[in-house]
């Protein structure tokens, strides 16, 4: 606890009074502390006597903190929310309950703007709303721990033997429901605590959205966790944005420098910098795309050669490489290096995985 409420006051010290830019600069020095905290067994854990689970949720819960610490920071220097730059009220959106654990993050202009609005009562239909949402996200709970009985998804990637000895279609299929029982914790925890925000009348990001039904870079970025991309918007892509004198290279350099704080926010890992590096060449390369397609020779070449439904063909052929990329990048961020590496060289020499995502 003691620790909870003094990384917010150390840091509301440090930054309150501070220009954006040195403000960034002492943020991203924290992160690499808190990296070092995280060591399993280091000297951190050790001067606490704390198990190894206890350590993780305690280094999981200043991961979280550091992130609302800096979004209260960048709000505050703007003139917007300056009046609101109150310690107390800092404290209160750091340690905030339901979201304090386990997310999702909401940014500080919006608790703000939450908390001053006028004061509503529970009534009945609120109530209802908050009890079947919580019914909802139990029934997947448990749907999700009744599966893990008979999938073994998340203990087999600590046998990379077993993995290795998959055929391709059962490490295919391992790759997919990878990715689908990461979505369903985070659906189970986002909406759960969203909906006890709800009650709160605390306006917070929703559950994601299934990724069995994304197929682009960007969508999954913007709609898997709302309010990490919504910080990474606001905080960091727009600002630099907005400074470059080339728009290209300003939109490439904003791109890369959210990626990069999302290596360091996750870890600074071997699996986590491939994760990174490769959502990265997939948004690029997806921009990239999205721009020969705005463009009227493109739509002129499509309506001369092309039919409507080939179009979409053609589309679908070029955006599944993507896709590919994409799932590929999950599994090093899911499974670790070992186990990306083992997807990899399936890939490498099987066609299967290829023609499956054609199709």
Known sequence: MLC?????????????????????????????????????????????????????????????????????????????????????????????????????????????????????????????????NLVRYMFWLYVTELLLHFIYTNAIQYHSQVVQNLNSWALYGLGYCMGQFFFNKYVVIYGTCSSL???????????????????????????????????????????IQKSQKYRYFGKLFASFTCFTFVFIWHGIQMNIFIWTLLNFIGIIIENIGVSIGKSKQYHKILNMYLSSRNTKRLHCMLASPLLAISAISNFYFLGGREIGNIFIQNILYDGKFIISYFV
């Open 4 to 132: 909870a409420i003094l990384q917010p006051s150390f840091l509301h010290i440090l930054t309150h009074i501070c220009s954006k830019n040195t403000a960034w600069t002492i943020h991203i020095l924290y992160l690499f502390v808190i990296h070092i905290l995280k060591t399993p067994n280091g000297t951190f854990q050790s001067w606490l006597g704390i198990t190894d689970e206890k350590h993780y949720i305690l280094t999981l819960l200043m991961c979280w903190i550091h992130l609302r610490s800096i979004s209260h920071n960048m709000d505050s220097i703007d003139d917007q929310f300056s009046n609101s730059n109150n310690f107390i009220q800092k404290l209160a959106y750091c340690l905030y309950l339901p979201t304090l654990f386990l997310g999702p993050l909401i940014l500080y202009h919006e608790f703000v703007e939450s908390i001053n609005q006028p004061h509503e009562y529970w009534n009945y239909q609120r109530l209802l709303t908050f009890i079947l």
């Open 197 to 239: 925000c709800y009650l709160d009348n605390i306006k917070a990001p929703s559950q994601p959205k299934c990724i069995a039904r994304i197929h682009l870079y960007s969508d999954m970025w913007k709609h898997f966790d709302r309010g990490l991309y919504k910080f990474l918007i606001r905080y960091i892509y727009v600002p």
